[in-house]
């Protein structure tokens, strides 16, 4: 059984998930940011079923890998305008509602009869049996937060210009969480856990999506800077 503790291994996961995000935006760049839309926000709806506790707290998994996805809206957004940005928020939304269709569809699909078999049914079962419901809040916070993010951090970018990136990148993000925060978990687990739990999960989602908002700033200058580079070196 591993012993490192759960705060570690969670941060070690979002520095690693950031810097995944650079690389892929270095060798692909926006087809890179899209790929991680659409791969993270699938397996951010996976891992919101399981409930951890982090520093003390009852906690979802999934905030880090749904966290990267405003982090990379905001870089489409600040190199390739408001366009990109919102093809990318489409982008995620059609990879959701697929994997949600075509994961339902396979559980009807009677399993082979073996026991080995109906343990996997049960398995996949015991997680995407939540699916459709997790999916209509992501489905619906997402759209809502993930357009008003794009919009704030356009409304910053008009009135500071090219300046300030750090500032559009964390109040877009910021407001657009807990927009977001509030309502997945009332759609996604209101009634299914104790009020106790209930709140702590919603108070540990936007928190939690707040720490990955601030730590992905410098990372986020860094891809900045790798275009600039690019540029100047085209020059």
């Known amino acids: 059984m591993n012993s490192l503790p759960n705060e570690l291994l969670w941060f070690i996961f979002m520095v690693i998930d950031m810097s995944l995000a650079v690389l892929l935006f270095k060798f692909f760049k926006k087809q890179g940011l899209y790929l991680l ?99 209509l809040g992501s489905i619906v916070a997402y759209f809502i937060s993930q357009y008003t993010d794009v919009f704030i951090f356009h409304l910053v970018k008009s009135k500071t210009g090219e300046k300030k990136l750090w500032l559009r990148n964390n109040v877009s993000t910021m407001i657009s969480q807990f927009i977001d925060s509030i309502i997945f978990v009332f759609i996604a687990f209101w009634g299914l856990y104790t009020m106790d739990v209930w709140w702590e999960i919603l108070i540990t989602t936007y928190l939690f999506k707040w720490i990955v908002a601030a730590v992905d700033t410098p990372f986020i200058y860094m891809a900045k800077r790798m275009i600039e580079k690019e540029k100047s070196k085209s020059l």
């Open 37 to 135: 839309i659409a791969v993270n926000i699938i397996l951010a709806n996976i891992q919101v079923v399981k409930v951890v506790e982090l520093f003390g707290l009852s906690a979802t998994l999934g905030n880090i890998l749904y966290g990267s996805i405003f982090f990379s809206t905001d870089i489409l957004s600040d190199i390739y305008g408001k366009k990109e940005a919102k093809k990318g928020v489409l982008i995620g939304f059609i990879s959701l509602l697929l994997m949600t269709l075509y994961m339902q569809l396979s559980l009807y699909i009677k399993p082979a009869n073996f026991e080995e078999a109906q343990v996997i049914q049960n398995s996949l079962e015991s997680i995407f049996s939540l699916i459709p419901r997790i999916a």
